[in-house]
């Protein structure tokens, strides 16, 4: 296993969206209940079981407004639960697809051409590995292969 980190949303933007602040449209969070099927939380980077409450809403995992800076849908689970904490591991919401994009990101929040490929679940660690690998990629994304919608971040190994 390549040492790379998996990174959640962070706690405090969970909180934020639970207590109804807007999304990146300035919307609130739509509020509903879950039927199980195929709902990853950002937060926990888990799946929302059938009967929990969710939120979706628009994300940008972006710190500001740029031609890169890409917003979509994302589920949340609409009551606290653990941020992701096994960085290492790949967490479960990566279980629910063959295969996912992955495409790396400069410190300047741009995408770097030429990183993004649509890579096997189970090789998605090794590919971010590579990719921090080049002196422009300072973090990764992995993102829904059909949907693009964003699943979490991929930080250079710890050290």
Known sequence: ???????????EDAARYRAGAADAYGLPPE?????GGGMPCRHCLGH???GDRYLVLAYRPFPALQPYAETGPIFLHADP???YAAIEVPPAILTTSPDFIVRGYGADDRIVYGTGAVTPAEQIPSRAAELFRRDDVAYVHVR???NNCY???????LG
């Open 1 to 11: 296993m390549n040492n790379v980190q998996f990174t959640a949303m962070s706690s």
């Open 31 to 35: 509020r509903r209940i879950s039927d």
């Open 48 to 50: 929302i079981a059938a």
């Open 81 to 83: 639960c653990p941020r």
């Open 144 to 146: 829904s292969a059909r």
């Open 151 to 157: 699943q979490c971040r991929i930080d250079p190994p």
